[in-house]
């Protein structure tokens, strides 16, 4: 398994979009293979995981 990191920025987002739901969905599809999500300053969040 390779560990890949993948970045969130709100102001990649469209309006009404928000961060926390495009978050969840790329969890959601994850499944067990996370490892970790870290904030990055305040609009910002890295997500690790194992593919």
């Known amino acids: ?6 970045y969130f920025e709100t ?7 928000y961060l926390q739901d495009v978050v969840n969905e790329f ?10 999500v870290m904030p990055v300053m305040g609009d ?4 690790h995981y194992k593919e």
Do not use: F, P, W
Not at 11 to 17: I, R, Y
């Open 1 to 6: 398994m390779v560990h890949k990191i993948r």
């Open 11 to 17: 102001k990649t987002l469209s309006q009404g979009v």
């Open 27 to 36: 969890l959601s599809e994850k499944g067990e293979n996370i490892i970790a």
């Open 44 to 47: 910002s969040l890295l997500v």
